[in-house]
Each structure stands twice: as C-alpha cells, then as structure tokens.
C-alpha cells in the first residue's frame, strides 16, 4: 500500500478555495434556474473539491476513458455541484452552468447520461451505491485495472435497504476499489434524519457490514485527503459529518431549506461571502489514471444455433440456461448474476462453465439489478440477470432507473404464471409484462419453445436497451427447427389454413394450449390461425392486423397473466386503428391459489378446453 504524504498548505488552500468556488457555482446556478438543490451541494463542496482535485485519477477531456476512476453521485438532487466541479476541470464552460434546468441544456435537475460525464442517472434515492458495486466489482474481477470508484450518499437515503444490500455485496467480494462517502448533514427533506450526527453510530453499521469506517470533518480539506488513503481488503466508507448549506450565513444547518433556491438578494450577499473566503484563482490538475484498462469489444455477438429435435420437451428456463453458456463460449465479456434461484432459473448452467463470470447477488434483487447496470457501464459487458419473473417487482424502481441511465442489461424471468403449480400465487410471475412494457427502452421477449429462447437470448445479448426474457417452468415440445430465423418485432404464424375463422394469440405455454385447442376444433370442423408473437414488446401489429382480416377479424387472446397489462391490451393496442377487429381474451382474473399446473390452467380458463369453448362462443357454434 502506498505511503500517505500530506499535501503541503499551499494545495490545502487552493482545495478549500475551490470547494468555495464549487458553492458559489452551485447557488449561481439554482438561483439562474428557479429551482434545485443549493444547500445539499453546500454540505458536500469539500468532499468534491478533494475527489476531483486531489485524489480521483481520471482525465478530464475524456471522462469516459476506460481507465478513469469512477463516480457516482447517489445524491442526484446535488447535481449543480458535480457540474460545477467538471466546469473547475476545465470540460464544461462557467457560462453552460446557468443552463442548469432549461429545456435546450444537457445539465439536467438530477444526472443523466446524456451528460459524458455521467454512468448512471441517480436521484430516485438509495440506488447509486449498487450501481458503483456493480462497476467495482468489474474493475477488480472482470478488467483487472487500476481503477477506483467513488461513491457520494446522503444521510437521507442511507434509511433505504438498498444500500444495505449493496453494502453487504460490496464487503462480500472484498471490493477494496470502492469508496462510499456518507455526507451526513443531518437534515432530510422535511424534517431531520433519523440519526442526525451520531457519527459513532453511522461507523459501526458500516464495520458491522465488513467496510473500513472512517469519521472525518466533511469541511476539513486536510482530514478529508488523509481518509480517502485506500485500503487492503474491504470497501472504505468516509463519513463525513457536514452541515446542510454551509458557507451561506443564515441558513448553514437550519431547517426548511431542502430543495430551495435562494432568492438573487440573499444569493448575492452568500457569493461576496464566499468570495471573501478565496485566496486565489489557482487550478488543481487531476492525476492522471494508470492506462491499464483491457481493450473491449462487445459488438457482433453471435452464438451456435440451437441443437434440439421438433418435439423433444424442454423447458425454456432450462434452454436459457444453455444459450447462456453458449453466449459465453464466444465472448468473454458476457458475464451472469442471479439472486439465490440459479438452480431453478438454470443460470448455474453458466456458473459451472463459466465461473469467474458469475456473480451471486443472493437474495437482494434491487441490488442485482443495480450491480447489472453497473457493470454495463461504459460498454465493459454483456450483463444478464435472472431471477422468478415476480421478484423483479421488487427492483422495478431500479429497473425504471436503468431505462433513464441509458442502460443495456438484459433480465431474465423465470416461473412466470399459474403454471408453475403447487408454490402458489406469491411465487407467481402474472405482473411482469405489464413492468416491462411500460419500460420506454424496454424488449420484451416471451419464447414458446427451446429454440426460440436461444434466439431470444442471442438476440438481447446484441440489442441496446432493458431486455427482459419470459421463461416458464413447465417442459413444453420444441415447436421450430433449429436454423428457423428469429428477429424482434417479429411474430410466427405456427398454424395456418385458407377456411380459417379465427385467428388465436398465445406464448409459453398457452401458446402450446392454443395449437392443442386447434386440433380438437379442427376435428369439429372448425379451423383457427394460431399466431406466436415472439416479442410482445415491440408486436407484430402488421401481422396480427392481416391475420386477423384474414380471419373474420375474430382475434381471441391467451395468456398465462393478469388480464391488465398484458397480451391481451397489447393485441387491442397494435389493433386498434384497424375498424372492425374484435379482441377478445381470456387471463388469469384474480389472485390465485395452489394446485397443479394442469388444474390451475383449468380453474382460471386458459387451457384448451377453455380455449376451445371459447371459441365456440365467439362464432357462435356453441
């Protein structure tokens, strides 16, 4: 480990003297703007000026440089503050921070990656330090490199479990590349935090998650540089005790003030203030990072294609399984995670081909989902997690986030449905289609068969954007051939006939209901399309809509979920500018109970005979 060496008081001034310029930077640009947060980026001035000045590695004219530390400020709503500390840099221009919140400016209330300096978007409190696990881990694991990332929390949000749960990630895999810094200024949004300043109490939940813990002075520059001195081993938390608007007289440490610009008066009065306090104009250069980041390329992945017989039964989990490892044959840089269902999702299929590319979240899926998106960042690699469909309900503010961070991480949910049987309703996956397609960067995959999922797979390994893959539990026949071509947006048309009088829509398993429930209507004499969407998020409107004009434009839909947000609405939605097309549906109604698979399908109408019936009904053959 290397030496601490103090810096000498001429760098401890001119650290102090930009903290203060960091202030005035932030109040200039709230009070310019109408609105944000000026007495957050106040408490956390020092911490900034020592980061980016005096300890961050990184260069400033390429802030995404592989090699560069990292940062993350989990705190979003201080956002003028990091602006203004990239502006000291030298990357932005003074002048660019008065756009600070206007329509036409990259320099959003809370950040995003819109701005180049930014990895992740943070603001919805409590998700920035699983995001910086995330890049940590790949740092130390993946690439190997020098590089350090830092991540600055509020008080506030240290009540969110999240942070717990990527506190005890971080520890377990021994994350000595991380820093968290803990501003506690003792006061939330609209009342005091719940421990205040009891610093004491703060380090021993930190030691007692396995992180090095610290307590300095947050507007000490000099106890500041001395605790950022890495460690060997464990993540290191600074907590550091600060003041809510320090540096603006009157209003340092009082309440009410969170979220507030000051009028251009008192803003005036805090920036001569502050002002008086600067002893020169002097720049810090940042140190420059230790190029050692690995080249990377993630673009043009492709796979073998599938090796299964028309007809064999296979689940889908199991068959994202094998996808899984058969990615990771071609790419090194395709990395799994899961969070304690790898036996039942069977990404431990990847787990014992790939090891070293594997990460247990256990069980804490907004941390997963957080890690995910950390490791994607900066295109470092090709992140899959998978879980039951229904714990992403868990994460959906994390995976909501990951959409607003321009993320590329691919899901994948397993157990959706009745059909998983006897574990009953909380195990039930019967929500996720309607999460994930109100995700705008959201593709939504729903494989029917083995091969179909390897496509699926292969597939979200190459498209940008949230990938979430359907699985279900039940073994289902192979229903293609092994070199049939798959593309998103894209549905099949699995059975076709010119008398058909109706045309059916079905995916995983109801999808293999519908094709039984055509065979017995064909023996009464009555034929139906039956149509596989493969996406549901984008559909095949153009297919469905000429399939169902085709068909007495008699569309009836069938799926193992809710009737809200699913197949069903989606079908109605792609169709509806087309006159005429009546979409009926059948879905699960209410929450449901234990049985067999068979039984459950039964019990809420979407099995054969259900579909059969139906039917009947519709074209009034009953």
């Not at 803990?182 to 300043?197: A, K, V, Y």
């Not at 209003?251 to 008192?266: A, Q, R, T, V």
């Not at 069980?363 to 879980?387: D, L």
């Not at 799926?559 to 947000?565: I, N, S």
Request: net charge neutral; charged share 25%; with cysteine.
């Amino acid at each position: 480990m290397e030496a601490y060496h103090k810096p000498d008081r001429a760098t401890l001034q001119t650290l102090k003297d930009i903290a203060n310029r960091l202030r005035i930077s932030s109040i200039k640009a709230t009070t310019a703007a109408g609105s944000g947060h000026p007495t957050s980026c106040c408490s956390m001035a020092e911490i900034m000026s020592v980061l980016f000045f005096h300890v961050m590695k990184y260069k400033p004219e390429d802030p995404r440089n592989p090699s560069n530390d990292r940062f993350v400020l989990s705190k979003g709503h201080a956002a003028p503050v990091l602006y203004a500390a990239w502006a000291e840099a030298g990357f932005l221009k003074e002048n660019e921070l008065l756009t600070l919140r206007k329509l036409d400016s990259i320099l959003e209330g809370h950040p995003v990656p819109k701005q180049p300096f930014v990895d992740v978007a943070t603001g919805s409190l409590g998700q920035g330090l699983g995001a910086a696990c995330g890049m940590a881990y790949t740092g130390k694991y993946f690439d190997k490199a020098s590089y350090r990332v830092y991540c600055v929390l509020g008080d506030g949000e240290v009540s969110e479990g999240s942070v717990w749960e990527a506190m005890a990630f971080a520890s377990y895999y021994k994350l000595d590349n991380l820093v968290a810094v803990l501003d506690i200024n003792r006061l939330g949004q609209s009342e005091p935090t719940p421990l205040q300043h009891k610093m004491e109490v703060y380090k021993s939940r930190c030691e007692a998650f396995g992180w090095n813990a610290i307590v300095v002075d947050g507007h000490n520059v000099e106890e500041l540089c001395k605790a950022f001195h890495p460690c060997k081993e464990k993540p290191l938390a600074v907590i550091a005790k600060t003041f809510k608007g320090h540096g603006i007289l009157d209003i340092s440490d009082k309440e009410s003030w969170h979220g507030k610009p000051l009028s251009k008066d008192i803003a005036e009065k805090a920036i001569k203030n502050l002002e008086n306090e600067i002893q020169s104009n002097k720049k810090l250069k940042p140190q420059c990072p230790v190029e050692d980041a690995p080249s990377v390329d993630i673009s043009n992945i492709t796979m073998d294609p599938p090796t299964y017989k028309c007809g064999d039964k296979i689940a889908t989990r199991k068959a994202y399984g094998t996808a899984l490892v058969k990615l990771g044959n071609v790419n090194v840089r395709v990395i799994a995670m899961d969070g304690d269902t790898k036996n039942s999702t069977f990404s431990e299929l990847f787990k014992k081909s790939h090891p070293k590319r594997y990460i247990e979240c256990f069980i804490a899926e907004q941390n997963m989902v957080s890690v995910a998106v950390g490791c994607a960042t900066r295109n470092r690699t090709i992140a899959f997690a998978s879980t039951f469909a229904t714990f992403f309900s868990r994460a959906y503010d994390q995976i909501r986030m990951a959409a607003i961070s321009e993320s590329n991480i691919n899901l994948c949910g397993s157990h959706c449905g009745v059909s998983i049987g006897e574990d009953g309703p909380s195990q039930m996956g019967l929500e996720d289609l309607a999460m994930f397609r109100a995700i705008p960067t959201a593709t939504v995959f729903y494989p029917s068969d083995a091969v179909s999922t390897e496509n699926a797979v292969r597939l979200a390994a190459q498209t940008k954007g949230i990938c979430f893959i359907r699985t279900s539990r039940p073994e289902n026949e192979v229903l293609y051939e092994n070199n049939e071509h798959f593309q998103i947006g894209q549905a099949k048309v699995v059975l076709k006939n010119k008398t058909d009088e109706i045309t059916l829509i079905g995916a995983g398993v109801t999808l293999h209901e519908a094709l039984a429930a055509a065979k017995a209507l064909q023996k009464e004499q009555i034929n139906v399309r039956v149509i596989d969407p493969f996406t549901i998020k984008p559909l095949d409107a153009k297919t469905i809509r000429n399939n169902a004009i085709e068909t007495g434009k008699n569309i009836l839909t069938v799926e193992d979920h809710y009737y809200e947000g699913g197949i069903g609405e989606a079908v109605m939605a792609a169709v509806s500018d087309e006159p005429g097309i009546a979409v009926h549906r059948l879905a699960v109604s209410c929450v449901p109970r234990s049985g067999k698979p068979v039984e459950l399908l039964k019990l809420f109408k979407i099995d054969k005979d259900a579909i059969v019936d139906t039917v009947k009904r519709i074209l009034n053959r009953v």
